[in-house]
């Protein structure tokens, strides 16, 4: 079993819409949690953390399930713009190393 | 200011020749990661180098791979005896501090790539 594992998608989905997409991971010692963004051919950008209590920025938001160990990113009235790839981190910092895990992303794409 | 650097963009090699791929971090990062990302796959970690502690190279998939941090600034991430399974963008990103000092919340700052294709 992968360590973090994401839908691959695609998720095709009208402007407008809302759409959610989840991510599991399997050490429940992970501690740390984030939503990058990977547009086409561009390198990762960080998108918004995740926290305990649930966030929200703008349109998105994120929330974090550590009984049920997954991550979600929900995002409402879609735009064209937010066509990308999702990728999931989980970071856990073991005794003597530390880890930082990237899923294999969720493909989002918006049509008009 | 600037970002993470990376050089060449693009390589273009032989089976079985050396490459060397360069990543400039964010001035005053000290840690630096190695992925590398296959076509339509997420990203694979290869290394890691926080300060002056010895690297956790746990990612390197041969002996083949190897990564030095000169002076805790530039890395080169060095691919011996190429193989087409090779082919891949590799992708460096800097943090400006170790993640077990970041707290709940930290950035990598990715650079830009290097896609290599091994013919």
């Known amino acids: 079993r992968k360590e973090v594992e994401q839908d691959p998608g695609p998720f095709n989905v009208p402007e407008g819409a809302t759409v959610a997409f989840n991510c599991t991971y399997s050490n429940s010692a992970s501690q740390s949690f984030f939503w990058y963004r990977q547009d086409c051919r561009k390198e990762p950008k960080l998108l918004m953390s995740?926290?305990?209590s649930g966030n929200e920025d703008g349109r998105f938001t994120a929330q974090l399930n550590r009984a049920s160990q997954y991550i979600s990113l929900l995002i409402r009235d879609s735009k064209l713009s937010d066509s990308a790839t999702y990728l999931c981190?989980?970071?856990?910092?073991?005794?003597?190393?530390?880890?930082?895990?990237f899923g294999s992303g969720t493909r989002l794409s918006i049509r008009p | 200011g600037a970002g993470v650097s990376q050089s060449p963009s693009n390589k273009v090699t032989e089976k079985g020749k050396d490459v060397e791929l360069r990543c400039d971090p964010i001035?005053?990062?000290?840690?630096l990661y190695w992925y590398r990302q296959s076509l339509g796959q997420g990203l694979e970690f290869l290394i890691y180098f926080q300060g002056n502690s010895a690297p956790d190279k746990s990612g390197l998939p041969s002996d083949r791979f190897s990564a030095e941090r000169t002076g805790g600034s530039v890395s080169t991430l060095t691919i011996q005896r190429t193989q087409q399974e090779d082919s891949a963008v590799y992708l460096c990103a800097s943090q400006e501090r170790d993640i077990r000092l970041a707290g709940d919340s930290y950035e990598q700052y990715f650079g830009p790539g290097t896609r290599l294709t091994v013919t």
């Open positions: 001035s005053g990062h000290t840690a």
């Open positions: 995740v926290y305990s």
């Open positions: 981190v989980v970071t856990f910092l073991g005794s003597s190393a530390s880890k930082i895990i």
